[in-house]
T-cell receptor
Framework: QKEVEQDPGPLSVPEGAIVSLNCTYSNSAFQYFMWYRQYSRKGPELLMYTYSSGNKEDGRFTAQVDKSSKYISLFIRDSQPSDSATYLCAMSARAPTGGGNKLTFGTGTQLKVEL | GAVVSQHPSRVICKSGTSVKIECRSLDFQATTMFWYRQFPKQSLMLMATSNEGSKATYEQGVEKDKFLINHASLTLSTLTVTSAHPEDSSFYIC?????????FGEGSRLTVL
């Protein structure tokens, strides 16, 4: 069993739709959770970073963490064609900016927002 | 603008040759850099952690003699794929901790013929 499971998609939605992206994990040591967006042939860029269970909102993006269920979600409201990319969840046991830590990534979900 | 830069963005080489990929933190010092490998439709897999002035720490299953990492300065880490084979073809991405944040490079796509 992988430590982090993520549906690879592809997920196709119409412009303006609400998108829900999810990851499950098995390692209860994970405490830090991140969502990255990766455009084709580019490096990942950080979208959201959460530590505690609950919701965190930033513009059209909401990250949700449920540690009891080992389940995290990213919601995108009013999706735009420019949101078309691969979204990767990542998690770590310690603060990801700690020199001795490492991130465990999901496989990424490919999202396409169509006009 | 980019905080972490990788070069080259794309490289094609013959089997058996060595390829060097550079990762630079632009205008900022990065004591720690990470090297990842990403195969198509798979997640990023950490290969090694590179600390300036010391030997890199490799993840289990990564051959340190094949993937040479040098972090000679606070702004540059290099990954050399030695005696490359077609199965080494992948997308290699570096990241750096700069001012308490983690930034990723644009990635380097290696194709070994």
């Amino acid at each position: 069993q992988k430590e982090v499971e993520q549906d690879p998609g592809p997920l196709s939605v119409p412009e303006g739709a609400i998108v829900s992206l999810n990851c499950t994990y098995s390692n209860s040591a994970f405490q830090y959770f991140m969502w990255y967006r990766q455009y084709s042939r580019k490096g990942p860029e950080l979208l959201m970073y959460t530590y505690s269970s609950g919701n965190k909102e930033d513009g059209r993006f909401t990250a949700q963490v449920d540690k009891s269920s080992k389940y995290i979600s990213l919601f995108i409201r009013d999706s735009q064609p420019s949101d078309s990319a691969t979204y990767l969840c990542a998690m770590s046991a310690r603060a990801p900016t700690g020199g001795g830590n490492k991130l465990t990534f999901g496989t990424g979900t490919q999202l396409k927002v169509e006009l | 603008g980019a905080v972490v830069s990788q070069h080259p963005s794309r490289v094609i080489c013959k089997s058996g040759t060595s390829v060097k990929i550079e990762c630079r933190s632009l205008d900022f010092q990065a004591t720690t850099m990470f090297w990842y490998r990403q195969f198509p439709k798979q997640s990023l897999m950490l290969m090694a952690t590179s600390n300036e002035g010391s030997k890199a720490t490799y993840e289990q299953g990564v051959e340190k003699d094949k993937f040479l990492i040098n972090h000679a300065s606070l702004t540059l880490s290099t990954l050399t794929v030695t005696s490359a084979h077609p199965e080494d073809s992948s997308f290699y991405i570096c990241s750096a901790i700069i001012a308490g944040e983690l930034f990723f490079g644009e990635g380097s796509r290696l194709t070994v013929l």
